[in-house]
């Protein structure tokens, strides 16, 4: 035992000063401050808790030691995606967010906090730059979370109340939005053909009621849509908003969707320089142009630029307040609180990293390695592509010839320390490729799928 | 610093970092798909700066350097946000590849380490919440908060009365995202307000319960920092409707091993781990929530659970009645992380004693602030508080003209944070403090003097406060440039547009028009 | 390949930077700027080295994949001592080093770099107290250094050139302060008994030529010299100096050497809050009381109070400066270069955080659990100890009667994951015990060893 | 910040941190020798200060930033101190308890991967220099030049000449650790100053070797940014002689990949591993030196050596005609490291831009620096130079009175470095930049123009600059406290007892009389 029970975490808790305070408030004990506590809602005893490992020492040896149980995917080669995505992290994100400044920031106005301010309207200026447009929120938690308010933003714009659902989309995503907006909205699925969204079938569920069109490039598939001018024209005429979900990586080298009509783009920040933290380092984005029948439906912060009193200053601050729940409550645009902000942060340190040059790059890399992977693969007696469309990282898998079920090919590569890809479908494995897979972790792949296949 | 905008550093040609490059092989695949892709292709590269990697380094340092984080200040004036110490150990532990490249759907075998600890945290927040089931997968005490609104309405609809129970009944001192989540949740809100004595008023409540009644979702101590003690009788009225209740203990902190959920009768909870339990608050987020529920409630947790077996932890995706997905996979694993090590290292005596300290530190610094003339505390005088108190500079204000805003600008210019409080400003002129267990007694004196100065100030040079701050990077903000849309300028881009284009942006430009 | 030659590293190497910035120093090319070096001393070509990663990512593999070819302490029960100790870091410590601020700062004045020479004020402030000695230096490269100076003063303060070196002392250091103050001053040595030193061989060794005594304690064995007033008092009769080397982690629970009559003390604080680090974390003190006769002989860098233009306020600079070999190159006391600042400052962190209570704790663990482990080893079969001395965090096992070389025994343990101590001798062991070392720990080896000495 | 002295925080019971406790077993362990301990037991704690963890973290975190990092400002007025870049992808990658946690005895086999970073490094530099063998051990530069003089030493006494060579010659802009150190070694020292032309003299070289001659121990480009082109006739006279050449080359930037030691003949040389390398310097070191030998001195270098044999990496603890240990184990590996990665980070093309960019900088920068009134760059008129130049404010302070020191403190207010030069003073009003490859033609303007606006001031406003700093967390330091015996407080107790005691330190308090 420690000969004192003064923890480093609280002060206080040295007697002579607890005397000292006690004597300041005129109350005899701490106890007293519970008084309005009734009796008969107090814990007795203590808790039934573990025993604490009081020294530090100790504890960081039992939580790293818990820790050290788990195998990382740099111990392995990975060919997980399926929303969480195994891209480099540069090293100055990590020092950046790291950083006890903003680590520890929360609340505080634009004078004090003027660094986050600032950081944070860069995060969202340089994701305008990336997506082609001129409104960019700070950060919601996650991507589902942004798909799930820019569909319910668009049923409040437009008045309407049913959403065509038109790419393949991960069904984790799907169960989130149905969750979100199901009190006020209808999803409507159109199957996709050949991996891509069927613009006739579409074009034939528009009608009046329809709020939005939602896609998702890159697919739940990966796959790249090529009809986005068509999908947005026929919303449109139609009197509904189109809503893309993408992942803004692809965007130093793909046309990103404002250009060919999107209204509405939002989705999942962790590929820009957010670790893969187990599924769960995320922040949302969403994207609108100037407009404020769009903004003012926007439940997040909006930070924007601001003059102040001495000519020439930039200050920030927070754009049309009095949109969020913070100011209205029920009245106000579903609800803000604590996000992501510190992943957006580390999205602008990594765009800022990167610039058009490492955005362009990095966009070559990971398509020009995808087709490699998908031709090499396709390769293999047994096994062929789940379809023909143009992909981005990802792609399925279709081992039904092989006379193998995914999940066996899974168990069988494991053992050889390869996480091929995440089992979608019986016979069907999203395999995805990021910019750290290169073409001789996919010719191992590759060989050791040949392997097993060939056995028995 | 006077740093200035990332693009304004831009050097053309500059970089940042290098990217891995396709081999030829790869080149050559792409080539074989180029086609396909032609129409993709983006014409020019994105317009995002060119820095070299000291610049940017630098840059962001040095901005990092105007922000006041709770490690470099008495951090007691952002009242119900709990900003404790969030211990260092807790970062040097989850900086490992093995908690920050781990991948959710990799062999279950490989995941046994981190499974445990979640497991394990969500075991202690049973036992601290008195709960039957816990889930850790929001990010943040508002998802939690509506992860508890869906599973109350699929728990209504599951007995068939999802089209008649349509209301939420909350408090006006509970957290402002209680009634947002019900609204968005397809709910009617119904709002109490507190009786004379600032307690919630239970004639209100009882005169609210009907049939029509699907929850009560109420904060307890409310961001007054006063404790409901007819809590117990709250919730036995609402069930008594047929009603569920959910308690917003995003910040349990003063009460943590002294009462909980359970024993007031509520069906479902939540904590913010980002409050209570310690993780930095990030410039605001990611947070992590953890939603409690009773047993009748647990078949409607989101999906993955993880359960322990004899061979080990597993995941189970099953779930029939869940309410499926709040947010992907499992949760904020950093967070769990760092909030199991911060039980570990207090137990169960320890969180006792952060309750105790807190309460403590609380009803010293109302103590002390009482003493500042034209401070007050509005409601249940001469009752003690919990763990927090709004206060008023009503007084200050009608002697002087200067507003709380006015003052928490001024607190700025002493390196200390200040925060009024939500709106509406039911107590006029707010201000609300929280000194948690982690100020020690020179710190909290240290910022009540700071307060007691600015007070003074105000009475004998009120233009000093009115044009604070005056030690910042910056100065007094416009603010119509934020809320007038011919005047914001919500990116760079649209900055330069807006003002140097000499074209106002306006809808005509925009490629769709609406509904 | 990159498609562009422009370094991250290397802003100005934009083509057409360089064109603007050669257009005004006037030169044509950058050759031109080494026209003072003759061709016939140029490199022909590229040097010969290795492909480089200008991927950071492919960087970052590379180097974290060779030192992933290592298994660090962390993986194996560490009895390893003989200089480097595998004492807790409170995380605080690396918190604060990290910091950019810290890290990359140099030689500032003492205005804009105000924090660093307050830190490092504060950090000889509190070994002040450790040490109760009014004079500590600004830490230079290590403990071996340390204490050749600290030899080399004793022999300009008394004008003698003999240093009797009277402890067990470790054959690295010997070795270092042989290489450096042989030009001036020659070692006698004195075999110490029982693992202290013999006081009466000592006093017959002691002359008018004796600049100095020089004694360990702890002893390279870890053993606990108790006869401190005695040697100090014999020194000081013969008008020499007691230079006492040592380790300052024991002070919070045993006198300093100052209390009973030390002249200088010196030694590493490695075991103060900075990792093994392969054993290259490392750094020197040297303390003395305030006498300007054996200030003026210090060649490191003094950090001392000052009084600014503004009532009250502290400032910081360098005391002395003119003593250094910056100000007087060879007329200087030996020299001052960058030396180990931050690993000073990391102690200061370490002895901040850890207080009075901390060290008096660490210190009675670290002697509760060596004296454990000295009771349970030499209760086996064959072990004995070296000595009977009492020790401090080590000490020495005798394997002699086992039949069994130490090397043997390091290997056979080695294959149970347990490093059991550095081979000092064909049948010595040095055992290492720290407070990370558990009773669980000890038991384990004492189980291990008692197996491999009862086989055959 | 106004932070106070650390032992003013001090809250007599208050714990940063706990610590492990003896188990009962262990303590009854200790209680069988406490006997023995008795004589040695501490009567009081020491008087440490005493903080909870938080305030010892917000004490160190705000006097961080009371400090200007190389990350911070443009920082090229630290002359000779080659403040590059320290790339943060090394500071990821060195923090892993793969090389954290490392115990330098350990089984060799768990080492292989730091064995091999250690002798890939070793081949790097030996090829950076085109000599034979390197030594990785010392801690920084003049202990690499220490280690340098004495296998020198070493060297001469193995054929025995070890009493006849005595003397180490070297010139006066080489860096002054060379003269310390061969005065530290036992050698006597002539220092050969510059000819008309500030290029060293080869006719003073001529007349001052001689049979007694050890060592010529020279800097090249020296201090002033000036590449002595005689170097390789330098060294002929000194072989001639029968004397060894010794090549400081802690600052190598401009001429990596360009010339090498071994062109010009060297016997030795060392490098800087904090320098050239871009290990960071870490408010003065941790720094890393690299001694690096020709054929026949390569027996001489310090001990252990790292080979590399069919198995794998092994250590070589022999080395009969070593001397022996300069520094413990192998050197300071977290500097090796991140010195291996730079130069992976680079390659042979890459370090080749590295020079010509430095250079490019440098001249660039005098160029502009010339512009200023007031300023020169005495020596070798009309020359370029290579890394760095020392220029003199001496017609400023003609002018004005104002003096390249006050220069400096002003330039602090700009948040800028800004060093003069080691003594002696031999160019008048001196200050020496050095613009590395790291800064970009921005900051070396943005640099210029600070210093341009405080010549401006020293003409327009003296006062202004005699009186800095004005911007800074503290104001004008009184020397005299710190040269001062009677006044010098070199650690907290000192200054309280000086100070608050009424009694002045005397040498009758001290415990013992000396000599």
Redesign the interface.
């Known amino acids: 035992?420690?000969?004192?029970?003064?923890?480093?975490?609280?002060?206080?808790?040295?007697?002579?000063?607890?005397e000292?305070?006690?004597a300041?408030?005129?109350?005899t004990s701490?106890e007293?401050?519970?008084?309005?506590?009734?009796q008969?809602?107090?814990?007795k005893g203590?808790?039934?808790?573990?025993?604490?490992?009081?020294?530090?020492?100790?504890?960081?040896e039992?939580?790293?030691g818990?820790?050290?149980?788990?195998?990382?995917?740099?111990e392995?080669i990975?060919f997980?995606g399926?929303?969480?995505y195994?891209h480099?992290v540069?090293?100055?994100v990590?020092?950046?967010i790291?950083?006890?400044?903003?680590?520890?920031?929360?609340?505080?106005?634009?004078?004090?906090?003027?660094?986050?301010f600032?950081?944070?309207?860069?995060y969202?200026?340089?994701?305008?730059?990336?997506l082609?447009?001129?409104?960019?929120n700070?950060?919601t938690?996650?991507?589902?979370?942004a798909t799930a308010t820019a569909l319910?933003m668009a049923g409040r714009?437009?008045?309407?109340s049913k959403i065509i659902v038109a790419s393949d989309t991960n069904p984790?995503?799907v169960?989130?939005v149905?969750?979100?907006v199901r009190?006020?909205t209808e999803l409507v699925f159109v199957p996709s053909v050949n991996g891509l969204v069927d613009t006739a079938a579409l074009a034939a569920r528009l009608d009046a009621d329809t709020a939005a069109v939602w896609i998702q490039t890159p697919s739940f598939h990966g796959g790249?849509e090529?009809s986005g001018q068509v999908i947005?024209d026929l919303a449109?005429e139609a009197?509904a908003?189109?809503v893309v979900g993408t992942d803004p990586i692809a965007?130093?080298?793909?046309?990103?969707p404002?250009d060919w009509?999107a209204?509405i783009v939002c989705g999942e920040i962790q590929s820009l320089g957010i670790?893969?933290?187990?599924?769960?380092?995320?922040?949302g984005f969403i994207a609108v142009?100037?407009?404020?029948?769009?903004?003012m439906e926007m439940p997040s912060?909006?930070?924007?630029?601001?003059?102040?009193?001495?000519e020439g200053?930039?200050?920030?601050?927070?754009?049309?307040?009095?949109r969020t729940?913070?100011?209205?409550?029920?009245?106000?645009k579903?609800?803000?609180?604590?996000?992501?902000?510190?992943?957006g942060?580390a999205a602008g340190?990594y765009?800022?990293?990167?610039?058009?040059?490492?955005?362009?790059?990095?966009g070559?890399?990971v398509?020009?390695?995808t087709?490699?992977a998908?031709?090499?693969l396709a390769g293999i007696d047994g096994v062929s592509l789940g379809d023909s469309?143009?992909h981005f990282r990802e792609f399925v898998l279709d081992l039904s010839a092989s006379g193998k079920t995914a999940a066996e090919v899974v168990t069988a590569l494991?053992a050889l320390n390869i996480?091929p890809g995440?089992v979608i479908g019986e016979h069907n494995l999203l395999v995805c490729v990021t910019?750290?897979i290169?073409?001789a972790h996919i010719d191992t792949l590759v060989s050791a799928l040949t392997d097993f296949l060939k056995e028995k | 610093w006077d740093e200035p905008i990332i693009f304004e550093l831009s050097t053309p040609g500059e970089r940042g970092i290098l990217v891995s490059q396709a081999e030829p092989a790869a080149v050559e695949a792409l080539g074989a798909v180029e086609d396909q892709l032609s129409s993709l292709r983006r014409a020019s590269a994105p317009a995002l700066p060119e820095l070299a990697q000291m610049r940017v380094v630098r840059h962001y340092l040095r901005i990092s350097q105007e922000n006041l984080g709770a490690d470099f200040n008495v951090d007691i004036g952002q009242g119900t946000c709990t900003m404790k110490y969030s211990p260092k150990v807790n970062e040097t532990i989850i900086r490992t590849p093995k908690l920050a490249e781990l991948h959710p759907l990799q062999d279950e075998a490989s995941l046994q380490g981190v499974l445990e600890i979640f497991w394990r945290t969500e075991q202690a927040i049973a036992e601290i919440s008195g709960m039957h089931a816990v889930s850790l997968q929001t990010q943040g005490g508002s998802a939690a908060i509506w992860a508890n609104i869906s599973m109350i309405r699929a728990f209504h609809e599951s007995n068939g009365e999802g089209e008649v129970r349509d209301e939420v009944i909350t408090t006006i001192f509970s957290h402002p995202s209680n009634a947002a989540c019900a609204k968005a949740a397809g709910f009617k809100v119904i709002t109490l307000m507190p009786d004379a004595n600032g307690y919630p008023d239970i004639e209100a409540l009882r005169a609210a319960v009907s049939p029509r009644t699907a929850a009560l979702m109420i904060t307890n101590p409310e961001d007054t920092g006063i404790y409901n003690h007819k809590i117990r009788e709250f919730v036995q009225i609402v069930h008594e409707a047929g009603g569920l209740a959910a308690y917003d203990q995003a910040n349990a902190n003063g009460i943590l091993g002294i009462t909980r959920a359970s024993d007031a009768g509520f069906d479902l909870c939540h904590f913010n781990l980002h409050k209570t339990f310690s993780t930095p608050h990030a410039s605001g987020g990611p947070g992590a929530g953890a939603s409690a529920v009773s047993e009748r409630l647990a078949p409607f947790l989101p999906n993955p659970r993880i359960e322990k077996t004899d061979a080990g932890f597993t995941v189970n995706y099953g779930g029939e009645k869940s309410i499926g997905k709040v947010a992907p996979f499992f949760g904020v694993a950093p967070n769990v992380v760092r909030a199991y090590a911060w039980i570990m290292a207090l137990g169960a005596s320890g969180l006792r004693q952060v309750a105790e300290i807190a309460v403590l530190n609380n009803n010293y610094l109302l103590a002390l602030v009482r003493q500042i003339p034209g401070a007050s505390a509005p409601y249940a005088t001469g009752k003690h508080r919990i763990e927090q108190v709004r206060y008023s500079w009503q007084e200050l204000f009608e002697d002087t003209g200067i507003s709380s805003e006015e003052i928490g600008i001024r607190m700025s210019d002493y390196g200390m944070h200040y925060w009024t409080s939500h709106h509406p400003y039911l107590v006029p002129q707010p201000f609300t403090l929280e000194p948690t267990e982690s100020y020690s007694k020179t710190e909290i004196d240290e910022y009540v003097a700071a307060l007691a100065q600015v007070a003074t100030e105000a009475r004998e040079n009120p233009e000093l406060v009115r044009s604070a701050p005056h030690n910042q990077t910056v100065h007094q903000i416009d603010h119509d440039d934020l809320d007038d849309p011919a005047r914001w300028a919500i990116t760079w881009r649209s900055y330069q547009k807006k003002y140097f284009s000499g074209v106002e942006a306006t809808l005509a430009e925009e490629p769709v028009s609406v509904g």
Chains 1, 3 share one sequence.
Do not use: C
């Open positions: 035992m420690q000969n004192s029970t003064v923890h480093p975490y609280i002060p206080n808790t040295v007697p002579s000063v607890i000292e305070m006690l300041v408030t005129g109350a701490i007293d401050f519970y008084e309005d506590i009734p008969s809602l107090r814990v203590l808790l039934n808790l573990p025993e604490p490992f009081l020294a530090e020492a100790e504890l960081e039992h939580v790293t818990l820790l050290n149980k788990n195998r990382s995917t740099r392995v990975s997980l399926a929303g969480v195994n480099y540069p090293s100055v990590d020092e950046v790291n950083r006890s400044e903003f680590l520890t920031a929360y609340a505080g106005e634009p004078y004090e906090d003027h660094g986050r600032q950081a944070l309207f860069e969202t200026s340089m994701m305008g730059e990336l082609n447009m001129d409104v960019v700070v950060p938690y996650d991507g589902m979370q319910a714009i437009t008045g309407r984790d995503l169960s989130k149905t969750d979100y009190s006020h790249l090529t947005a449109h009197g908003l189109l965007y130093g080298s793909i046309t990103p404002a009509g209204d670790h893969q933290w187990f599924g769960g380092g995320r922040g142009h100037d407009d404020p029948k769009f903004i912060r909006l930070f924007g630029l601001a003059s102040t009193s001495v200053e930039y200050g920030f601050g927070d754009v049309a307040w009095d729940s913070f100011a209205l409550r029920e009245e106000g579903e609800w803000v609180g604590t996000a992501a902000a510190l992943w942060i340190v765009l800022a990293s990167m610039g058009p040059t490492g955005m362009s790059d990095l070559n890399t398509l020009a390695r087709a490699y998908q031709a090499q469309a143009a494991r996480e995440v910019e750290r290169t073409t």
